[in-house]
């Protein structure tokens, strides 16, 4: 988790309770105001979830690149039949 995904969290939840404290006065530009700070929450959110998306993503690739590598390296290390009749 990132800190957009954290600072948006915040602001939305921030957002709500100043929304709803303007519901419960009868103050229009508070509630007006939440929701706007709800939204921006919202939006920060969701752009922190496709930042660790897209890191998972390429963490992941990166993972599989480097195990298949591996794996290609392996193959090229094994001795062919006529090579283990000369040593053994």
Request: glycine share 14%.
């Given at each position: 988790?990132?800190?957009d995904r954290?600072?948006?969290?915040?602001?939305?939840?921030?957002?709500?309770?100043?929304?709803?404290?303007?519901?419960?006065?009868?103050?229009?530009?508070?509630?007006?105001?939440g929701t706007?700070?709800?939204?921006?929450?919202?939006?920060?959110n969701a752009?922190?979830?496709?930042?660790?998306?897209?890191?998972?993503?390429?963490?992941?690739?990166?993972?599989?690149?480097?195990?298949?590598?591996?794996?290609?390296?392996?193959?090229?290390?094994?001795?062919?039949?006529?090579?283990?009749?000369?040593?053994?």
């Amino acid at each position: 988790m990132n800190k957009d995904r954290v600072a948006g969290k915040l602001r939305d939840v921030g957002g709500r309770i100043e929304r709803q404290a303007g519901e419960w006065t009868g103050d229009r530009e508070k509630q007006a105001h939440g929701t706007i700070k709800q939204v921006e929450g919202k939006v920060q959110n969701a752009w922190g979830k496709v930042k660790d998306a897209g890191k998972n993503a390429a963490d992941k690739a990166t993972t599989h690149k480097a195990s298949r590598q591996g794996d290609d390296s392996l193959e090229g290390d094994a001795g062919t039949d006529e090579e283990d009749e000369e040593k053994g």
